[in-house]
């Protein structure tokens, strides 16, 4: 079973416009790390944010924002007033302490089109 | 920031040829690195976690005899693709663990295209 589905395998939104990237895990681990990269065409992962199993506190940055729901085991990712530039693939990544926070499991990302 | 480096960033190759892609920690020591790889319009898979001093632990479906791995220094890991063929074509990444200030973090290296004709 997969432990990150990134179910949105392609979105495509107007420049201005908000969107929602949707990430649900999967584990039984009490004590993990949620991710979430950005990969522009030019390949090299972009880290956006880190966030821990036990800091369900949402988070804002910017134009970016992150919902933390442990109860529905999903860390969406949402971007106010999207610009050109936010065009990539975004992926969510798992760590889990069983494995010593060593193993990403990365789902299979969300390719992201901001027309202007 | 910290920062990963690799090289080369792309390379071409004729097939039964082997191929050396470096991952480097600049600024930290990273007693474990990661290679990964992603085919295109899919996800990241971790091939194999290597380890500073000691044989690279590998995935499942991972050739270790194909891939080898060997991370002789503190900032140094290197991936080997062993006569490479068509189907290794691939991008390939690597990541580093920083462990210094306290907080765990992985830093991931600009990645290395591979195209094996």
């Known amino acids: 079973a997969q432990k990150v589905t990134q179910a949105q395998t392609e979105i495509s939104v107007v420049e201005k416009e908000d969107v929602t990237l949707d990430c649900v895990y999967e584990?039984?681990?009490?004590?993990?790390?949620l991710f979430w990269y950005k990969q522009p065409p030019s390949g090299e992962l972009v880290f956006l944010i880190r966030r821990n199993s036990f800091d369900e506190q949402n988070e804002i940055s910017g134009r970016y924002s992150w919902n933390f729901q442990k109860s529905t085991s999903s860390f969406n990712f949402t971007i106010t007033a999207s610009q050109v530039v936010d065009s990539a693939v975004y992926f969510c990544a798992l760590s889990e302490a069983m494995w010593n926070f060593n193993k990403f499991y990365f789902g299979s990302g969300t390719k992201l089109n901001v027309k202007p | 920031g910290a920062v990963v480096s690799q090289h080369p960033s792309w390379v071409i190759c004729k097939s039964g040829t082997s191929v050396k892609i470096e991952c480097r920690s600049l600024?930290?020591?990273?007693?474990?690195m990661f290679w990964y790889r992603q085919f295109p319009k899919q996800s990241l898979m971790l091939m194999a976690t290597s380890n500073e001093g000691s044989k690279a632990t590998y995935e499942q479906g991972v050739e270790k005899d194909k891939f080898l791995i060997n991370h002789a220094s503190l900032t140094l890991s290197t991936l080997t693709v062993t006569s490479a063929h068509p189907e290794d074509s691939s991008f390939y990444i690597c990541?580093?663990?920083?462990?210094?200030?306290?907080?765990?973090?992985?830093?991931f290296g600009p990645g290395t295209r591979l195209l094996v004709l």
């Open positions: 584990t039984r681990d009490t004590t993990y790390y």
């Open positions: 990541s580093a663990r920083d462990l210094s200030g306290g907080l765990e973090t992985q830093y």
């Open positions: 600024d930290f020591q990273a007693t474990t």
